[in-house]
């Protein structure tokens, strides 16, 4: 099997046995498609059959596995791609387009990689391959998921937190505001589960012990665990380092508290000026624009490292500058040539799922095309990145003044 997949032969032979459970044909991307690509895909990721192999959707084929005759161009190729991204599969799943020729038919062949740590969930349900259908997992498809999950070789955010006890965390926000947000109401209606076997479905605990990840988002105390989880605001009077300080707050609390305490300082430190010569109304004109310090801010800390490192992310504001600073380098498949088009990796899995089950990532890879984005139309110039191999800072100047 080649590194990307399978090879041609592999998939023609595929594409027409109607038995297997490996493989899943769609003859278009229509809006009802789409959906239940979406299910196969997180289906093939939790991989419950335990064949250790990438599943397959062909997009193009009939379901006796005939050709569709479908047209398989860039544009679709970019859909199926993009449909790792959106945020509707948690954990994320590791997916691969290709445009293949099979059987004299044109076909995109989308490669669905078992996933390291099941169950995975798409709008909050877990979905398993049953033969050559999707379904929803029953509790205990859930249970073998769960325990399929090894300790060793684990991010940071996935590892047992042998110092911490379920104690430690806030139960109540988990099971009141967290889990309606990460588990479709149907399933939890239906649920019979006590809250720890949901946290442990959820990756929040490993066996008895928190995850790094759930003492990060939930724990009363994170920063006892891991000193460095905080960001720290510094707010000087001047342009350098060693200026008097106008302001300074240390940001804490478990990454509800964290993430919500950067949008105050925020808006609290921003200023706008009136433009009232440029037409009958006046104008309000920031000097940053909210929305791309909130994407940046947010990036480091989601993609910082919080191991073997005691340092915080820090958001420093000068008078003619911003920093925003994040321990640890790029990190995967991220690189400094890809680094602005969006490219993701994760560091920290269970931090990106907390996150956007929350509220604060909607679409994955969309942070710094955002911030560039809303930057460029306030009037900002483009934003400096400084990439180092334990730090990565980001330089956001202000807006110019018209005229």
Known sequence: MPSNGYSDAELAAMMVNLESDLIERKRSLSSSAAEKILRNICAFANDLPGHSNPGVILVGAEDDGSC?????????????????DDGRILPLPSIDVQRRTLHGCEVAVVHVQPAPHPPVRFD??????????????????????????RATDLPFDLRPAYSATVSDLDLHFIENHYLPKAVSAEVLAESRRTLEEQ?????????????????????????????????QFVRFDGDEITDPIKTSERITGGLNDVLNGIDRLLRLNIQTRLDVVSGPREQRFPDYPV????????????????EGTHAPARLYWFSDRIWIESPGGLYGRVTPETLLEGATD?????????????GFAQHFGLGIPLARETLAANGNPEPEFDLQHTWVRVTVKPSRPAG
């Not at 569709?68 to 790792?84: F, I, K, N, W, Y």
């Not at 269970?350 to 089950?357: D, G, H, S």
Request: no cysteine; hydrophobic share 40%; charged share 25%.
């Open 291 to 306: 929305e791309a310090l909130r994407q940046l801010a947010y990036n480091a800390i989601l993609h910082r490292s919080y």
């Open 346 to 358: 994760y560091r920290n899995g269970l931090i990106a799922e907390v996150m956007r089950n929350l």
């Open 124 to 149: 909050g349900r877990v979905w398993v391959r049953v033969g050559p259908t999707a379904r929803q997992a029953s509790i205990s498809d859930e249970q073998r998921l769960t325990e399929r999950r």
């Open 68 to 84: 569709a005759g479908l047209a398989v161009d860039d544009e679709l190729l970019r859909s199926l791609a993009d449909m790792r």
């Open 199 to 231: 946290m442990r479905s959820l990756r929040l605990l490993s066996g008895d012990d928190p995850t790094n990840g759930a003492v990060l988002a939930f724990g009363r105390d994170p920063q006892w665990l891991v000193p460095g989880a905080y960001l």
